[in-house]
């Protein structure tokens, strides 16, 4: 039995593992949930799933808890629930499901703790490569892609010699602007990003997948979990999310991952790598027929993408800041104060600005990524003065 702590329960991705649990009760046991405020959610899933610990981040969330429960599941609050939960000696998988920076120290706290990393917070692998993928393998801990790509390339990497593969050919849905005319993009609000046409998510990556800030995360996530140069990732739009990513073979072949856009799945082939059990869940049918589109991405329109192959092919703390710098424009956009076309301008400008070296430890990723958030929230503040 795989004793699994959850970082973000009551999320997207933290909901859907917590249905794979549910679907394999012998399999699967839960000890640790944690949630930065939404306390009522995690108040049943204690009931439901009876976990040893459950963090709550936010103080006065935490507070409004420890007064109400009684049960005997020990609650523990602030950010140091977060490593709490990824530390737990009875723990054997820590399943990242947190937005943001935030997974960074959790992260790492795993890893040394010699926890199996079920990965779904790209952004800690995006910001903190290099000293991820050493630790992994300093504690000799398998780092297990949720993301639907990276489990898409990962199966198709199975038993493959890596000799043979040419590149990783990465999806993109595309996301809610897709088809938008390139003069109107400017101005798309948090509503217009919001609009997902294919998968159901938390708003942060809902908006990243709208700008493809999503899909440049990933391909520096994908350069970090497969060991790939940036000049063998490709990107290809493909609106149905059907096939989740696919391989080059040297010999022209193509090797791809298909399924309906369903999290459960890469979630539950993580948490039971390298076993596959059943999965309750709509199943794609080819005989009810299918239509797959495959088109070049806009790079003009969308210039987060190419911006992310730049940060990433220049490595050192240039992926941390672009990862910041977004996610402060990303909030930014949610609150109302800018609008589509500030989120490149934002994270470029706090881009130009950046010292850039090469960290050489968490602390200094988290001091450059505080450093970015500065940054950011002052070309916000200009922005939404106007
Ligand atoms: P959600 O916003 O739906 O959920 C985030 C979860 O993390 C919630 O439980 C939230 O708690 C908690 N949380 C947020 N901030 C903090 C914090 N500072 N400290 C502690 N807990 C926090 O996000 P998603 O599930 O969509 O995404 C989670 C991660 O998975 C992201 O990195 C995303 O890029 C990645 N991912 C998501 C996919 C998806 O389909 N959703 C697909 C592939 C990757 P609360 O509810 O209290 O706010
Ligand atoms: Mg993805």
Known sequence: MKAISILGSTGSIGTQTLDVVRQHPDQFKVVALVTHRNIDLLEKQIAEFQPTIAGVVDEQAYAILKERYKGATEIVSGKEALSIAATLPEATMVVTAVVGAAGIEPTMAAIRAKKTIGLANKETLVACGSLITEAAEQYGVSILPIDSEHSAIFQCLEGQDRNNVEKLIVTASGGALRNWKSEDLYGATAKDCLAHP???????????????????????????????????????????????SMIQMKDGAILAQLGNPDMREPIQYAMTYPKRYPLQMEHLEFTKGLDLQFMAPRWDDFPALRLAFTVGKEGGYAPAVFNAANEMAVYALLDGKITYGHIYEIVSTVLSRMNNSVPTSIEDVLSMDAWARLEATKEIQRRSAC
Do not use: C
């Open 198 to 244: 294919t998968w159901n998510m938390g708003s942060k990556i809902t908006i990243d997948s709208a700008t493809l800030f999503n899909k440049g995360l990933e391909v520096i996530e994908a350069h970090w979990l497969f060991n790939f140069d940036y000049d063998r990732i490709d990107v290809v739009v493909h609106p149905q999310s059907i096939v989740h």
